[in-house]
């Protein structure tokens, strides 16, 4: 099965930004997929598609132990994959050195078990997927679009990690929790 180690969303801010995905398709500067309010989510690390129920003992035992003080994210401006003149991904950026930190922490964790990191990987920008771009219409109003919906300081306290399972579908990708592990020292 497909598993991954993320952080869920609060609520109040799963609902702002599921407002700026409804704003967008409204007004229709972009098409694609949209996420939605109940997929938001951070993901610290995908671990693969092939998980059987041994790793995933393994994996639980590993995310049980860790031991961290929850720490405070803050969601700030929108980004683009792969960048702002190609867009493919409309992203929230995440912004906290704990959480750079603890992601790095918890790469180490499973590599010492055999759960290797991903080396194609560059420097971490930890975001939050909103929509999966196959049409943009006007880059110039759509960008001002995204300037008028700013969302001003959001930040959350994390306190637990979780990991999930994937289930790939036409429709989107369908996230379920598995486990979830409090973070503590």
């Known amino acids: 099965m497909r598993v991954f180690i993320g952080i869920e969303i609060p609520e109040f801010i799963r609902a ?11 007004d229709g500067l972009v098409s694609g997929n949209f996420v939605g309010k109940n997929e938001l989510h951070l993901t610290l690390k995908f671990l ?8 995933l003992i393994k994996i639980k035992g590993i995310l049980s132990n860790v031991k961290w003080k929850p720490f405070n994210c803050k969601i700030k401006d929108y980004g683009f994959f792969p960048d702002e003149n190609n867009i493919k991904i409309l992203w929230a950026g995440v912004e906290s050195k704990e959480l750079i930190l603890f992601t790095k922490e918890i790469e180490k964790l499973l590599s010492k078990e055999g759960f290797r990191p991903d080396e194609s990987k560059k420097e971490l920008q930890v975001h939050l997927t909103l929509a999966r771009i196959s049409n943009v ?25 979780c990991l999930f399972k994937s289930e790939l579908t036409r429709a989107g990708p369908i996230y379920k929790k598995i486990d979830s592990f409090d973070l503590k020292i």
Do not use: M, P, W
């Open 137 to 161: 219409r006007d880059k110039i109003k759509f960008k001002e679009k995204l300037n008028e919906l700013k969302f001003g300081k959001l930040d959350f306290d994390v306190n637990e990690i």
């Open 48 to 55: 693969g598609d092939e998980i059987d129920g041994a790793d």
């Open 16 to 26: 702002k930004l599921t407002r700026v995905n409804e704003i967008l398709k409204r």
